[in-house]
């Protein structure tokens, strides 16, 4: 069924110049980029956006590289697209992460795991709103 999800390309990617090839990874499994803008994002927006991970150990480690530098927020639609994002993102943890997934071959020491994927519908719905609250997108559908 066709759906939309969101995949942020984390600092240390763009950071690395690895736009295109994790962009070709998606548009090779089908999927079409309807969203996309750069950005840069404060330490209060990251925890807003991470809020089910607050009082974890990482949570300060992951809100400061978060807000360490640009990042590149992008929008994909397509068939199954939140199942098909999370495997080719591979496990959270690059150091287990299958070597052919996005982590598995770009991610840093944790928490620099190169990408976020959203991790259902319910998910995408939320985190696209945060980043695109009065986008249209290509294919012509609001996300609010
Ligand atoms: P992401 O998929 O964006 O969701 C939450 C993020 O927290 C995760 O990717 C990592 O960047 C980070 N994270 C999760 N677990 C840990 C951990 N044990 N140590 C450091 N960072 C983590």
Request: a neutral charge; glycine letters at 10%.
């Amino acid at each position: 069924m066709a759906e939309k999800t969101l995949v942020i390309y984390k600092p240390d990617a763009v950071r690395r110049n690895i736009i295109g090839e994790i962009t070709t990874l998606f548009q090779d499994r089908g999927l079409k980029m309807v969203g996309a803008k750069l950005g840069w994002y404060s330490r209060e927006f990251w925890e807003e956006f991470y809020a089910e991970h607050k009082g974890k150990d990482f949570f300060e480690r992951l809100v400061n590289y978060m807000s360490s530098g640009p990042i590149f927020i992008t929008v994909w639609s397509g068939d199954d697209a939140v199942r098909v994002g999370r495997q080719l993102a591979g496990a959270t943890d690059p150091l287990q992460a299958d070597p052919g997934s996005i982590r598995g071959r770009y991610g840093l020491p944790m928490p620099m795991n190169t990408v976020h994927c959203s991790d259902s519908l319910e998910s995408a719905e939320r985190e696209i709103s945060l980043f695109f609250k009065t986008t249209k997108f290509l294919n012509g559908n609001k996300t609010s």
